[in-house]
């Protein structure tokens, strides 16, 4: 499992690419992503989202709130079949920040469930 932003360059060694935010990336075509899937329903809540607004003073609460989420949500399950299917699989993520974005809580939050 490997995280990746949106606005970096396909390859082929990205294995089975997932989209997993709610939002499409601005100015990106599907044809670009090179998305297998994109898996919105993994990501944070709208409220949650906006209330986190990337600002790293938030993190180690944004990082509770939405694994908080991910354990009532549905859709974990199915992005856990993917992982187990796909044994290289990149999550797709559109923030800025690659040490604080929702990417990185759900990589840990799936490596957890995988190891239980």
Do not use: C
């Amino acid at each position: 499992m490997q995280l990746k932003r949106t606005y970096s360059s396909f390859d082929k060694t990205d294995g089975y690419r997932v989209l997993i935010d709610a939002l499409w990336p601005r100015g990106i075509s599907k044809e670009e992503l090179h998305a297998d899937q994109w898996l919105k329903t993994v990501a944070p809540s709208t409220e949650l989202r906006k209330w986190f607004n990337h600002e790293p003073a938030k993190w180690q609460s944004f990082q509770r709130k939405y694994a908080a989420e991910l354990s009532i949500n549905e859709s974990v399950q199915a992005l856990i079949d993917i992982v187990r299917l796909h044994p290289v699989t990149t999550f797709l993520y559109s923030a800025h920040d690659e040490k604080h974005n929702n990417a990185i809580v759900l990589k840990e939050y799936i490596i957890t469930k995988l190891e239980a």
